[in-house]
């Protein structure tokens, strides 16, 4: 069985809050402990009303907290919005309030938008092309400081912290396939390039003190409920909202609706899948979970289940567990 994960974008509902969305956050978390989800990860995301998790590290020390034995972390990090310093002691103070149990996943997205962008960091004159020096920046924080070096992350240095790289193109490939670092590919929302991008991190891969061999974790979408139209009435608040999102109109996760059942800009054969998602019974989910690990011989899967329902959430966990 393919090692399995969740990641968690904190969803705030139609009708709901922030405080009840990391509410249910940490009651999730700690029912993937339970269930032996490997890693419970939070996405840093901006300016968008369905989503609660911008205060990425705050919200990962609030899990850290309510749990004891699952990984977590962030996936991930979007490193343009933060000076390599400040992640480095963002995370070497997670590593020391939970030692063992933290994950690092940088990404060189924004996470939001044109105008949120500005406002996060005061100025746009940041170069995409310096993701990989800002990555081994962060990282030689991490290192035991050397007598004479004028700057030091206190907490950060002489820490264990795995580092991730994220992403959804071939640029993220390369980087993690040249650090010698694991790579996690959001084919959750951005399939278009994910066996490209497979090929050449495992082709180009060159062995780090961090990690021996390749190691390729893949987002999916789940949504499992006893029956497959459940299933599928259920997706419908994903679809409603990741529409809105692709239109420069993010909403609240709304409720399911019937005429949402079939994303209406996807069609079977016609149109390319924007994102990768199993949708249906347990016997289906477990069909389609098991042929994509097999095509794609991943060495996890993390599970994105964007339901608005919290009960029906933790049950289409409880049954994807069982692929």
Request: aromatic residues 8%.
């Amino acid at each position: 069985m393919v090692p399995l994960s969740v990641l968690d974008l904190s969803p705030i509902v139609e009708g709901g809050s922030a405080a009840q969305a990391f509410r249910n956050t940490l009651d999730l978390a700690q029912h993937a402990e339970q269930w032996g989800y490997r890693r419970f990860w939070l996405a840093e995301h901006h300016n968008m009303p369905g989503i609660a998790s911008a205060a990425t590290a705050v919200l990962i020390g609030h899990v850290g907290a309510g749990t004891k034995t699952i990984r977590i972390g962030a996936g991930g990090i979007m490193l343009p919005n933060h000076a390599p310093l400040q992640v480095a002691e963002q995370f070497g103070t997670l590593v020391s309030l939970f030692p063992g149990r933290v994950d690092l996943g940088l990404g060189r997205a924004p996470g939001t938008d044109h105008a949120a962008a500005y406002a996060l960091r005061r100025t746009l004159n940041t170069d995409p092309e310096a993701f990989p020096q800002d990555v081994m920046e962060v990282m030689d924080f991490f290192r035991t400081p050397q007598p004479g070096q004028a700057v030091r992350a206190v907490p950060g240095g002489g820490l264990s912290v795995p580092v991730w790289i994220l992403g959804s193109s071939t640029f993220g490939a390369q980087v993690a396939a040249a650090l010698g670092l694991p790579f996690a590919f959001a084919s959750h929302f951005a399939p278009a390039l994910l066996d490209e991008a497979s090929r050449i991190y495992r082709e180009r891969f060159k062995p780090s003190d961090q990690l021996k061999q390749p190691y390729l974790l893949l987002g999916v979408n789940v949504v499992a409920a006893a029956t497959d139209d459940q299933a599928r009435f259920l997706a419908s608040s994903g679809r409603q909202s990741f529409a809105s999102l692709r239109a420069g109109r993010p909403i609240p996760l709304p409720p399911p609706s019937k005429e949402w059942e079939r994303d209406p800009s996807e069609v079977p054969g016609v149109t390319q899948p924007t994102r990768v998602s199993f949708v249906g019974s347990p016997d289906t989910v477990r069909e389609q979970m098991a042929a994509f690990s097999d095509a794609t011989r991943a060495d996890e899967l993390i599970i994105v289940s964007h339901i608005y329902d919290h009960a029906a959430r933790l049950r289409s966990y409880d049954i994807a567990r069982n692929q």
